[in-house]
Structures are given as structure tokens and as C-alpha cells.
Nanobody, 127 residues
Framework: QVQLVESGGGLVQAGGSLRLSCAASGRTFSNYPMGWFRQAPGKERDFVAAITWSGGMTYYADSVKGRFTISRDNAKNTVYLYLQMNSLKPEDTAVYYC??????????????????WGQGTQVTVSS
């Protein structure tokens, strides 16, 4: 059974930091590109960051570049995906979703390329 389980969300003041984690199992996720998306109330789900299967290449939305860092640990049975978020702003408030690609090639930088989603974790940044 495919499972992507996020953790690490919470309430933080502006300027603070959070680290999100995602545990992915049930498929050989080590072969798949992965990413993070977020969805604020009343808005569409937007791309945040993506990483290739090996972790060798990373991609970021302009709004988070220089503040967020995506990384992964391709353990044997469970892949761990991380999002280190620094210098958080109130506009970063959203539900954050872990995502895995539909195939082993395409970078996960659009929702159309996502094959599996996590359940989401809430991040709230107060001003």
C-alpha cells in the first residue's frame, strides 16, 4: 500500500523556521522524483520545491528560493523527503503536501506530474 505521511507542521512566528518530513513507502520511491506543494485557503495547490530521484538536482518556486531547502534520504524500504523552511513569512501559511512522481523521469513541478499525494500538514506563520 502506497503511503506518504507528512509531519512537522505547526505554528511559528514570522522569521522562524520549520522542518517538514515525509515518509514514503509501498513503492520503490527511491527511483522517483518527489516534491512539495502547498495550498492556501481559497487558492490552488502550488508547486514549492522538487528533487530528482538521486537528490542531485533541486528546483524551487521563486517565492521560496533562498529560504527553503528540499532534500531526501533514499533508505531501503522508506524514502524520507524533507523541506527545511527558514525566514518564514505569513504568506507561507498553507497546507503542505508531499508528492511523488507518476514516472521516474519527469520533475514533479506541476500537479499533473504527481502520482501520489500525502495527506498534508498545516503550516501557519503569524505576523
Amino acid at each position: 500500500q502506497v503511503q506518504l505521511v507528512e509531519s512537522g507542521g505547526g505554528l511559528v512566528q514570522a522569521g522562524g523556521s520549520l522542518r517538514l518530513s515525509c515518509a514514503a513507502s509501498g513503492r520503490t520511491f527511491s527511483n522517483y522524483p518527489m516534491g512539495w506543494f502547498r495550498q492556501a485557503p481559497g487558492k490552488e495547490r502550488d508547486f514549492v520545491a522538487a528533487i530528482t530521484w538521486s537528490g542531485g538536482m533541486t528546483y524551487y518556486a521563486d517565492s521560496v528560493k533562498g529560504r527553503f531547502t528540499i532534500s531526501r534520504d533514499n533508505a531501503k524500504n522508506t524514502v524520507y523527503l524533507y523541506l527545511q523552511m527558514n525566514s518564514l513569512k505569513p504568506e507561507d501559511t498553507a497546507v503542505y503536501y508531499c508528492a511523488a512522481g507518476k514516472n521516474t523521469i519527469a520533475v514533479v513541478n506541476t500537479a499533473q506530474r504527481v502520482g501520489s499525494w500525502g495527506q498534508g500538514t498545516q503550516v501557519t506563520v503569524s505576523s
